[in-house]
């Protein structure tokens, strides 16, 4: 039986295999399943750390998963500007475009 590579796998397994199970493993099979807090809120405590270390390769997946679990697009928009005034104007409108665009692209 074959199953789809994860999205680690085909980012990087073929370069860096072994950073591509940690993050299959133990930060998707492990952190991300813990029970102290719910998906729909680990999406959005990520959300907000990215946007404030301004780590935008990582945003838009992260962006995305929020919205698989549960985030609306209202709060995600309201997170971003909240954080403009904690995390920076350019960390902000980066993740606003970011969001404009996966929103654009659903549709």
Do not use: C
């Not at 729909?40 to 946007?51: C, F, G, K, Q, W």
């Not at 698989?68 to 904690?86: C, K, M, V």
């Amino acid at each position: 039986m074959t199953h789809e590579p994860s999205a680690a796998q085909k980012a990087i397994g073929d370069i860096a295999p072994k950073l591509a199970d940690l993050t299959d493993e133990v930060l998707f099979g492990d952190v991300w399943e813990r029970e102290g807090l719910s998906p729909r809120d680990r999406s959005l405590v990520t959300v907000t750390a990215l946007v404030a270390l301004y780590r935008s390769d990582q945003l838009g997946f992260h962006l995305k998963l929020a919205l698989e679990n549960g985030l609306r697009e209202q709060e995600l928009a309201e997170t971003i500007t909240h954080l403009a005034f904690y995390a920076g104007w350019p960390n902000a409108m980066g993740a606003a475009g970011q969001l404009k665009a996966i929103l654009a692209d659903a549709d």
